[in-house]
């Protein structure tokens, strides 16, 4: 799948759970089989309602990188030091300094 179908399916996915609708009537919607087939994970935590929307449209953003064939490793890097500054960096800011 390229970005833009996971973006779309990810749309569709994101009303479905806005619609209360139950995991076992999305899980039977075809639709939805090549994300559950591509990505497992980014649809079963859409499911649990643990998505965020900066992570995933960053994500997208890599993907797309990826897609104009941009290399994995630098790729994922980027996508590493986002995360690290997203994640880590707040906790060690608040780290007293004889804890680091």
Do not use: H
């Not at 009537?25 to 649809?43: H, P, V």
């Not at 993907?63 to 500054?85: A, I, P, Q, T, W």
Request: aromatic share 12%; hydrophobic share 35%; charged share 40%.
């Amino acid at each position: 799948m390229n970005a833009d179908e996971i973006e779309q399916v990810v749309s569709d996915l994101l009303k479905l759970k806005k619609e209360n609708r139950s995991k076992e009537y999305i899980d039977a919607l075809s639709e939805f089989k090549g994300l559950r087939d591509f990505n497992k994970a980014l649809y079963e935590l859409i499911l649990a309602g643990e998505y965020n929307d900066e992570i995933f449209k960053k994500m997208m953003e890599y993907k797309r990188k990826l897609e104009n064939g941009e290399d994995k490793f630098s790729v994922d890097v980027k996508f590493g030091y986002f995360m690290s500054e997203k994640y880590i960096d707040p906790v060690i800011k608040n780290t007293p300094p004889d804890k680091k």
